[in-house]
């Protein structure tokens, strides 16, 4: 890999976790900020830029770090296994995708519905205050986790894998086979 494609790659990975950690913790403040009001209109108002956000910046820099991530995996001699804190990123950023697209995603769609009721049901408030507290608690967990990964970033905490002779020959024919 030439020194401005691996430069490129790197600018585009930090670009994407920027947007992921600023656009996460973005909608988080806001919603322990600003996340309840009486006014329907507004919080339905609200729950939509929330979405917004998701769509235009949280999920584009989650799948742009993914990708860029496997990008300088598969062209540096980081690798994908050689080094602990590689790994612990790509378990940590899958955790974190998983999460968003299992639980956060899916509450933040159902607090724009439930926004939308909330005049005509009160049942609808005491689901919508529940779903808010839980999205709100999870959703800064995601961000002290994009943290840590950043942090992880910076500092490659941990070094090289012992590997065993076994697993050296097995990814030796393995690179054999690709290339």
Same mark, same amino acid.
């Given at each position: 890999?030439?020194?401005?494609?691996? *430069?490129?790659?790197?600018?585009?990975?930090? =670009?994407?976790?920027? =947007?992921? !950690?600023?656009?996460?913790? *973005?909608?988080?403040? !806001?919603?322990?900020?600003?996340?309840?009001?009486? /006014?329907?209109?507004?919080?339905?108002?609200? $729950? &939509?830029? %929330?979405? =917004?956000? /998701?769509?235009?910046?949280? @999920?584009?820099?989650?799948?742009?770090?993914?990708?860029?991530?496997?990008?300088?995996?598969?062209?540096? $001699?980081?690798? %994908?296994?050689?080094?602990?804190?590689?790994?612990?990123?790509?378990?940590?950023? !899958?955790?974190?995708?998983?999460?968003? *697209?299992?639980?956060?995603?899916?509450?933040?769609?159902?607090?724009?519905?439930?926004? $939308?009721?909330?005049?005509?049901?009160?049942?609808?408030?005491?689901?919508?205050?529940?779903?808010?507290?839980? %999205?709100?608690?999870?959703?800064? &967990?995601?961000?002290? &986790?994009?943290?840590?990964?950043?942090? @992880? *970033?910076?500092?490659?905490?941990?070094? #090289?894998? =012992?590997? #065993?002779?076994?697993?050296?020959?097995? !990814? #030796?024919?393995?690179?054999?086979?690709?290339?």
């Amino acid at each position: 890999m030439s020194q401005n494609e691996k *430069s490129l790659i790197k600018t585009l990975h930090i =670009l994407s976790a920027g =947007l992921w !950690l600023g656009a996460s913790a *973005s909608v988080v403040l !806001l919603q322990c900020l600003k996340g309840w009001s009486e /006014d329907s209109r507004e919080l339905s108002a609200l $729950n &939509l830029n %929330f979405s =917004l956000l /998701d769509y235009a910046l949280i @999920i584009p820099g989650a799948v742009g770090s993914l990708l860029t991530g496997f990008w300088i995996c598969k062209r540096t $001699n980081w690798g %994908f296994l050689r080094y602990w804190w590689v790994i612990v990123k790509w378990i940590s950023t !899958l955790s974190g995708i998983v999460v968003g *697209s299992a639980l956060l995603g899916p509450w933040q769609m159902q607090m724009v519905k439930l926004s $939308n009721l909330l005049v005509l049901s009160p049942a609808a408030s005491l689901a919508y205050g529940q779903i808010r507290i839980l %999205f709100t608690l999870v959703g800064a &967990l995601q961000v002290l &986790l994009l943290i840590f990964i950043i942090g @992880i *970033s910076v500092r490659k905490p941990w070094g #090289k894998r =012992l590997v #065993k002779q076994k697993e050296v020959k097995t !990814l #030796k024919q393995n690179a054999e086979g690709v290339l």
